[in-house]
């Protein structure tokens, strides 16, 4: 109560740490002249780049100071929005800037395949099998692309938005499915 | 009667699995079973836990052979030697083991008593809550996402809301703030409690456990007080927290501030000389300041590797920059080091709650926004329209305005985070939850490679995994 005052060198502390990234997102730019940078809500950096280039661009960002992998997951906008289906979204955070970068990217197709990140940030190893599993985006390269939260013999990836919330028979091995 | 309701040729059915019995086959089976005469072959062949068995080898394939026994993946950790292949155990370890905190299995390859591999195996609890989170308001969403970490089920519910109110464009009121700092932080110190009495359980100081389950009833006495239940509140909401605290809390948190510390100077008398206790944690299960960047380890765990970076300092929420405390550092990275930051960590967050005791601001305890929040009980009764507004909030649920936020705060055990994706409507299209317990178990199999099964047990509870966490 009697601290009310929200502390103004707060602000400046954030608005220089854009500031001394700003060199940084804009070496990025320069070097990925198809990426684009925007600002999403309450000032998050979001960075969109092309497929093919996902590996090469997330390897300049580690070299540019975002040391620490995050995130890994996927969004699928199925009939929400024209061009391709799935994004995967990929966050990153640098400690030294005090800066998170999300990276987009889209893939589209009957089997979207997107290229593994593992060999620049092992954690996405688990983050990159719970996709497979969960929206069936298939990664090129990964060591171990094999279901992670569901059993094997599972059929369907349940995030995907075409998988109705229901009941489903539980699936075990070896049995004859009737019931 | 049962003669005549024969469903035969049951491979038929096998051939074409998908399609349902009809209704008059389940009228069938009902008579059936009610009956009391004996199921048919093909319902107890279908039904039978016989089925779930393992097959005999000659009809096993290769894949069903590799399956039981485990199978193990060359990535997770390369090792120079190459043993013999003889001496090497495959070890399955859980889902069912007690001190793998619910139901992790653990695949351990074993030379001896040292283990080469680890392949941590999630899942069991996965119970599709994302899309769960999909089919509920934003309203309804707490009631989903404290469920994940039950241990702390108010960081849950505040990061939900935070992002829920960063795509709404929503301010919280001050009192409303910091009574979401004062529980979440008190819920810090329940989890750790939790922790500390099964990471010494785990150790053999199986009184570790009382005196920490003890210590925390104070506090989930506390919580239950305030929510109406020891977990699972659904307390801190989009706009708010639901109640105000009840009449007397200050002289709970004050006994809560007063009470644990001492029970602290306890653990400490117990653990931290004990030289069975170092003898179990220094220098087990390290991790370096690199590899929790590489595998994403935030919170404790990256803070014991000397690493000063706490979501609190670094990017506050929810007004906690306003209350003093510290953040505690160690260097080796190890079981102890981990011990030890949480231990004082403990301290740290009853002298933000002993702050917040002496510095709640007055006023509403939700926002005055009223897209989000319900009209007060006795408008309901005056007006046609607070009634009609407030059954529409509750069955409808407000709108979210379309865009996409990442949340992040400093749970328990390191970076929680909420990725919510908004189209425009009232529930959200996406709802992702990172989450620390997910990052932790992909980095076992760095913590445990060439030490001995028995760390394996003290690295498994130092990274303090909750599985409802991890597989959600």
Redesign the interface.
């Known amino acids: 109560?009697?601290?009310?005052a929200p502390?103004p060198e707060?602000e400046v502390v954030v608005e220089s740490a854009r500031l001394r990234l700003a060199p940084l997102l804009a070496g990025l730019a320069e070097t990925f002249a198809d990426a684009t940078f925007e600002e999403?809500?309450?000032g998050?950096q979001v960075a969109r780049v092309e497929s093919a280039r996902l590996v090469e661009f997330v390897q300049a960002c580690r070299d540019a100071g975002f040391?620490?992998?995050?995130?890994l997951?996927a969004?699928?906008?199925y009939r929400?929005r024209p061009g391709p289906r799935y994004d995967v979204?990929v966050?990153l955070l640098s400690?030294e800037h005090?800066l998170?970068l999300?990276v987009l990217v889209e893939v589209d197709g009957d089997v979207p395949t997107a290229p593994s990140i593992t060999g620049v940030?092992?954690?996405a190893?688990?983050?990159e099998r719970e996709v497979y599993d969960?929206f069936g985006i298939e990664f090129t390269g990964h060591?171990?692309l094999t279901?992670?939260?569901?059993?094997d013999d599972w059929e369907g990836h349940?995030?995907r938005k075409d998988?109705a919330?229901g009941s489903v028979p539980i699936q075990?091995?070896?049995?004859?499915?009737?019931? | 009667m049962a003669d005549d309701v024969t469903i035969e040729d049951?491979s038929e059915?096998?051939e074409n699995?998908?399609v349902p019995?009809s209704e008059t086959e389940r009228r069938q089976l009902h008579d059936l079973w009610t009956s009391g005469t004996e199921e048919p072959a093909?319902v107890v062949?279908?039904?039978a836990e016989g089925?779930?068995l393992m097959?005999p080898r000659d009809e096993a394939t290769a894949g069903d052979v590799a399956e039981e026994s485990g199978t193990l993946?060359t990535?997770d950790r390369l090792y120079k030697d190459e043993a013999v292949e003889e001496e090497i155990t495959i070890l399955n370890m859980g889902p069912q083991h007690p001190s793998t905190h619910g139901v992790l299995r653990l695949q351990l390859e074993l030379d001896g008593e040292v283990i080469r591999r680890v392949k941590p195996v999630?899942?069991y609890l996965?119970t599709?809550m994302?899309?769960?989170g999909?089919?509920l308001t934003f309203l309804q969403g707490p009631t989903n996402v404290t469920r994940m970490d039950y241990l702390a089920p108010f960081h849950n519910e505040l990061c939900f809301s935070l992002a829920t109110e960063?795509?709404l464009g929503v301010d919280v009121p001050?009192r409303a703030q910091a009574i979401r700092v004062l529980m979440t932080e008190l819920n810090r110190v329940s989890s750790h409690l939790t922790w500390v009495a099964t990471q010494g359980m785990d150790l053999g100081a199986v009184s570790m456990m009382i005196y920490g389950i003890r210590e925390r009833e104070l506090l989930l006495a506390f919580f239950e007080k305030t929510t109406g239940l020891r977990m699972n509140h659904n307390y801190v909401r989009p706009g708010g927290v639901a109640a105000d605290l009840p009449d007397g809390w200050q002289d709970d948190v004050a006994e809560i501030v007063r009470a644990i510390p001492d029970g602290l100077d306890d653990y400490h008398d117990l653990l931290t000389e004990n030289p069975i206790f170092l003898g179990r944690t220094k220098g087990v299960g390290v991790i370096t300041s690199e590899e929790?960047?590489?595998?994403?380890i935030?919170g404790p765990p990256l803070r014991a590797t000397g690493?000063n970076?706490d979501l609190r300092k670094?990017?506050?929420y929810s007004g906690i920059?306003?209350y003093e405390f510290d953040v505690p550092l160690a260097e080796n990275g190890d079981v102890y080091d981990r011990y030890l930051v949480r231990m004082e960590e403990i301290r740290q967050s009853l002298r933000i709650a002993a702050q917040v005791l002496e510095?709640?601001?007055?006023g509403d305890y939700r926002t005055g926004d009223l897209k989000v929040t319900p009209p007060p009980r006795k408008r309901i009764n005056e007006s046609m329209e607070a009634l009609i507004h407030h059954f529409k909030i509750f069955t409808e649920g407000f709108k979210v305005p379309a865009?996409?936020?990442?949340q992040?705060i400093e749970g328990p055990r390191g970076?929680l985070?909420h990725?919510l994706?908004s189209?425009g409507e009232a529930k959200p299209?996406?709802l992702?939850c990172?989450t620390p317990s997910?990052?932790a178990?992909?980095?076992l199999p760095i913590m445990m490679g060439d030490q001995l099964i028995a760390d394996a047990i003290a690295v498994i509870a130092s990274v303090d995994p909750v599985l409802g966490d991890v597989?959600r």
């Open positions: 109560m009697s601290e009310q502390p707060e999403s809500v309450a998050q040391e620490m992998f995050i995130d997951t969004v699928d906008y929400r979204v966050g400690l005090n998170r999300r940030y092992p954690g190893n688990f983050y969960l060591p171990d279901r992670i939260m569901i059993q349940p995030l998988t919330v075990f091995r070896n049995t004859n499915k009737v019931l | 049951s059915e096998v699995p998908t019995p093909w062949a279908s039904t089925a779930q097959l993946v990535d999630i899942g996965h599709g994302e899309k769960t999909e089919t960063a795509l001050p929790c960047f590489a595998y994403g935030t690493i970076w670094a990017q506050p920059e306003q510095s709640m601001p007055d865009g996409e936020h990442y992040a970076e985070g990725y994706v189209v299209w996406r992702h990172r997910f990052a178990i992909q980095s597989d």
